[in-house]
């Protein structure tokens, strides 16, 4: 099974930018859509961009024109580059495969904290 790594979370101004990444283990990594969820305090888990397998993309509308998922499948990779971030973005990020509508194993996520 396919299994996934975040990194690149950090404490950013406003308005600064980070890149997320997220290193997936699995020989059927290319098969699978992917999705960049994240998680508040208090709030329920969000899917904030999503990557399909044929690398079609959509967004959260919170996020839109700010925020850019991509994939690498030579490398088993998929990077969130988020740019002109605000501090309700702070969360903690997580990385996921999607297939049929299910989800597969949460990894510990990255944390992303965006100051005023």
């Known amino acids: 099974q396919v299994q996934l790594v975040e990194s690149g979370g950090g404490l950013v101004q406003a308005g600064g930018s980070l890149r997320l990444s997220c290193a997936a283990s699995?020989?059927?990594?290319?098969?699978?859509?992917l999705g960049w969820f994240r998680q508040a305090p208090g709030k329920e888990r969000e899917l904030v961009a999503v990557?399909?397998?044929?690398?079609?993309?959509n967004y959260a509308d919170s996020v839109k024109g700010r925020f850019t998922i991509s994939r690498d499948n030579a490398k088993n990779t998929v990077d969130l580059q988020m740019n002109s971030l605000k501090p309700e973005d702070t969360a903690g990020y997580y990385c996921?495969?999607?297939?049929?509508?299910?989800?597969?194993?949460w990894g510990q996520g990255t944390l992303v904290t965006v100051s005023s």
């Open positions: 990557v399909t397998s044929g690398s079609s993309t």
């Open positions: 996921n495969a999607i297939r049929g509508g299910a989800l597969g194993a």
């Open positions: 699995g020989r059927m990594f290319s098969s699978y859509a």
